[in-house]
């Protein structure tokens, strides 16, 4: 009669998994992501759960499903959720359903990470080069450098330049100093640098 509680309805699923009684669990979980449906966090907790019962009861077409959910019913996901869902096909297979995949994701789901496990590192590139931040190139740009050294640069360089139109604390002109030093870590990124102080040094005297 309280099962519209997510706790009540928790705590009856637990139950019935401590008593073996599997299809009972999984009917309330089903039940569970459609009534919490709007709620994402209880949506995806009701989600993993099944995940783990399909699996255990080798039920894999259910078992995919439910990773696919996950998957695309969230803009932050995990990397042990796709790598499951990677290892239930062939690896030619896989091109085709990780297409799918991508094309099936929220709008503004981060899949730099994905890309960086399935070495698609044109596609990371150009997602680290379109973000308005450097947490990419911080992130990525140890794995992307020895492709990309002068694009990652150029997106160093021209951050750097937008920061230094602004005046700010000391820490904002600490983290010019970082970026800078980041820089000279590339290949003539020492000399793009040195250019870049001469410059604010004649503009900003």
């Given at each position: 009669?309280?099962?519209?509680?997510?706790?009540?309805?928790?705590?009856?699923?637990?139950?019935?998994?401590?008593?073996?009684?599997?299809?009972?669990?999984?009917?309330?979980?089903?039940?569970?992501?459609?009534?919490?449906?709007?709620?994402?966090?209880?949506?995806?907790?009701?989600?993993?759960?099944?995940?783990?019962?399909?699996?255990?009861?080798?039920?894999?077409?259910h078992y995919q499903q439910e990773l696919w959910?996950?998957?695309?019913?969230?803009?932050?996901?995990?990397?042990?959720?796709?790598?499951?869902?990677?290892?239930?096909?062939?690896?030619?297979?896989?091109?085709?359903?990780?297409?799918?995949?991508?094309?099936?994701?929220?709008?503004?789901?981060n899949l730099e990470p994905l890309y960086a496990?399935?070495?698609?590192?044109?596609?990371?590139?150009?997602?680290?080069?379109?973000?308005?931040?450097?947490?990419?190139?911080?992130?990525?740009?140890?794995?992307?450098?020895?492709?990309?050294?002068?694009?990652?640069?150029?997106?160093?360089?021209?951050?750097?330049?937008?920061?230094?139109?602004?005046?700010?604390?000391?820490?904002?002109?600490?983290?010019?100093?970082?970026?800078?030093?980041?820089?000279?870590?590339?290949?003539?990124?020492?000399?793009?640098?040195?250019?870049?102080?001469?410059?604010?040094?004649?503009?900003?005297?």
């Open positions: 009669a309280n099962l519209s509680y997510h706790q009540v309805r928790q705590y009856y699923i637990d139950f019935c998994i401590a008593q073996k009684n599997d299809a009972q669990a999984i009917q309330l979980l089903v039940a569970g992501k459609k009534q919490d449906q709007h709620s994402l966090g209880a949506s995806e907790d009701y989600s993993r759960q099944l995940k783990t019962l399909y699996q255990r009861l080798g039920d894999q077409t959910s996950l998957l695309t019913h969230q803009t932050t996901v995990e990397l042990a959720d796709y790598r499951e869902l990677k290892h239930c096909f062939s690896p030619d297979n896989w091109l085709t359903e990780r297409e799918k995949l991508f094309n099936s994701m929220r709008p503004r789901t496990e399935d070495h698609l590192y044109h596609r990371l590139l150009t997602a680290v080069l379109a973000e308005d931040g450097l947490t990419g190139v911080e992130t990525y740009g140890p794995i992307l450098k020895a492709k990309f050294s002068d694009q990652l640069c150029q997106k160093l360089a021209t951050t750097v330049e937008a920061m230094a139109t602004t005046t700010g604390s000391r820490e904002h002109y600490r983290e010019l100093v970082a970026v800078l030093n980041q820089m000279k870590r590339y290949p003539n990124g020492r000399q793009l640098a040195t250019e870049l102080i001469a410059g604010w040094r004649k503009r900003y005297a």
